[in-house]
Structures are given as structure tokens and as C-alpha cells.
């Protein structure tokens, strides 16, 4: 199994910053594409950003795009998301995640193809 554990989640003002780090257990996470996700009360869990196995590639939904950066380092297992310019529908729930099956290193939106999940960290942005 594959553990994902999530950090820098926090209350910020808007326009402010936040980094957001994932952990990842195991010694195979340069083969996984990554992603993060995010769920606001009474929402489903929306798709934000992707990155390939190298971290050559990226994928941003169009809502932080200009915003929020994701990237990794697969030296420290880890994967991070800086997200900048902070608005208050950016309040939610973050959680990031693994597809370890991605053989052809397709970056992609779909949460049902993510096969491990974080536990999830609380963004909240104040006006």
C-alpha cells in the first residue's frame, strides 16, 4: 500500500500564500503520477492540479490556473502545492493523490483512476 500524508494546511487572508506538502511511503513514488484534489461543504471532490512522473508535465484546472503551482521532488518522496493569490472560494478541504498504475504517464482529472488518497488538510481563506 501507498501513504500519503498531507501538511500546511492553514487560515489565510485573501491574496495571501500557502504550501501544501504530500509525503509518500514506499520506494516506487517516482512511478506514480500525482495529484491534488479539493471538497468544499456541500460539493463533491473537485480536481485542481497533475503532474507526471518526472514532474515535466502539469495539468490545472482553469479556476487556479496563474495561481497555484504543483510540483515534486522524488529524491524527498514528496509533492507539493504552492498556491498563491488566495480567494475565498479556495476554501476547502485538500487531499492529494496517488495512481500508481499510470504506465503511459498521462496526466489527468479523473478521481476515479487515483488509487491512493491523503487524509486531507483544511485550507480556509477569510475575507
Known amino acids: 500500500q501507498v501513504q500519503l500524508v498531507e501538511s500546511g494546511g492553514g487560515l489565510v487572508q485573501a491574496g495571501g500564500s500557502l504550501r501544501l506538502s504530500c509525503a509518500a511511503s514506499?520506494?516506487?513514488?517516482?512511478?506514480?503520477?500525482m495529484g491534488w484534489f479539493r471538497q468544499a461543504p456541500g460539493k463533491e471532490r473537485e480536481f485542481v492540479a497533475a503532474i507526471s512522473k518526472s514532474g515535466g508535465n502539469t495539468y490545472y484546472t482553469d479556476s487556479v490556473k496563474g495561481r497555484f503551482t504543483i510540483s515534486r521532488d522524488n529524491a524527498k518522496n514528496t509533492v507539493y502545492l504552492q498556491m498563491n493569490s488566495l480567494k475565498p472560494e479556495d476554501t476547502a478541504v485538500y487531499y492529494c493523490?496517488?495512481?500508481?498504475?499510470?504506465?503511459?504517464?498521462?496526466?489527468?482529472?479523473?478521481?476515479?483512476?487515483?488509487?491512493?488518497w491523503g487524509q486531507g488538510t483544511q485550507v480556509t481563506v477569510s475575507s
Open positions: 493523490a496517488a495512481d500508481i498504475q499510470n504506465y503511459s504517464d498521462y496526466v489527468h482529472s479523473r478521481r476515479y483512476w487515483y488509487d491512493y
Open positions: 514506499g520506494r516506487t513514488f517516482s512511478s506514480y503520477v
